[in-house]
């Protein structure tokens, strides 16, 4: 981890595409911009990780879901026919 101080108006760069400056400092209060390419999402921290969440809880959701259909066409098949060729 790189750990660096900065004054109000002074930057950082990140890699060739991302530079977060300091905009504000009241007392215990900072302000950054953060100009990204364009479509690169920037999110806080706490948001973030509801955003992960949530995907995890999709995930396993679908993944649940699609073991129920299979568990389902497999119990429908078995007492139908095998289909005939195309």
């Keep these: 981890m790189l750990v660096l101080s ?4 002074q930057s950082i760069v990140i890699g060739n595409d991302i530079v977060v400056t300091i ?3 009241h ?3 900072v302000r950054v911009s953060i100009e990204t390419p ?4 920037v999110y806080r921290e706490e948001i973030h990780k509801e ?3 949530e995907n995890r ?3 396993l959701g679908a993944a649940s879901v699609d073991a129920r259909l299979s568990e389902t066409d ?4 078995a007492g139908r026919p095998p289909k005939e060729g195309p």
């Design 51 to 53: 955003i992960v969440l």
């Design 57 to 59: 809880r999709a995930a």
């Design 38 to 41: 364009a479509g690169m999402p």
């Design 6 to 9: 900065r004054k109000q108006g």
């Design 23 to 25: 905009r504000e400092v």
């Design 74 to 77: 497999a119990v429908l098949g």
């Design 27 to 29: 007392g215990r209060t």
